[in-house]
T-cell receptor, first 116, second 112 residues
């Protein structure tokens, strides 16, 4: 596909369950970001991957959150033991930039997570 | 780290009027300031950006101004149209940084 693809688009889960959210970036984009968008809030940075470098995890809110990127392409964001405050839209974005932050981010349409 | 504040949170204008959204940032080392538009249920998309070596940039009905001394930047939309209705996010980043710090968004409604 031409754009960033995310799945599932909607996920409803029970408190305490684990969830996995998937992101397929634009082919050839080396940089991949995860953001969280809560109701009425901005886009909260979670994690950044750049090629084969160690990811920048500085935005992950707790150790229940983790992410990996296999083969420099697809990324999975995992939330363990979900809490109601984890309910949000999780946005993935990719960029062709190899370093720094000097260009456009291409966002997916997001995964809406609802924790009951 | 960088802190970006955005005002107003909601804005309603009559079609044809202008709309202005303002943002401030805290890190004087920030040098890249994009604006993203997110239509209802859609993904955020870049509409315009400005770097710290210029004070103003225009693209048709959209313009962004930057005041580095005061650490604020603004989005100006002229001759607004109903399709301009969306949530607009400002953001700031420092050269070499991994992160783009976003404001909390402004919901713009253009009334036909």
């Amino acid at each position: 596909g031409a754009g960033v693809s995310q799945s599932p688009s909607n996920k409803v889960t029970e408190k305490g369950k684990d969830v996995e959210l998937r992101c397929d970036p634009i082919s050839g984009h080396t940089a991949l970001y995860w953001y969280r968008q809560s109701l009425g809030q901005g886009l909260e940075f979670l994690i950044y991957f750049q090629g084969n470098s160690a990811p920048d995890k500085s935005g992950l809110p707790s150790d229940r959150f983790s992410a990996e990127r296999t083969g420099g392409s697809v990324s999975t964001l995992t939330i363990q033991r979900t809490q109601q405050e984890d309910s949000a839209v999780y946005l993935c974005a990719s960029s062709p930039r190899t370093s720094g932050f000097t260009g456009e981010l291409f966002f997916g349409e997001g995964s809406r997570l609802t924790v009951l | 780290g960088e802190n970006v504040e955005q005002h107003p949170s909601t804005l309603s204008v009559q079609e044809g009027d202008s709309a202005v959204i303002k943002c401030t940032y805290s890190d004087s080392a920030s040098n890249y300031f994009p604006w993203y538009k997110q239509e209802l249920g859609k993904r955020p998309q870049l509409i315009i950006d400005i770097r710290s070596n210029v004070g103003e940039k225009k693209d048709q009905r959209i313009a962004v101004t930057l005041n580095k001394t005061a650490k604020h930047f603004s989005l100006h939309i002229t001759e607004t149209q109903p399709e301009d209705s969306a949530v607009y996010f400002c953001a700031a980043s420092t050269a070499g940084a991994n992160n783009l710090f976003f404001g909390t968004g402004t919901r713009l409604t253009v009334i036909p």
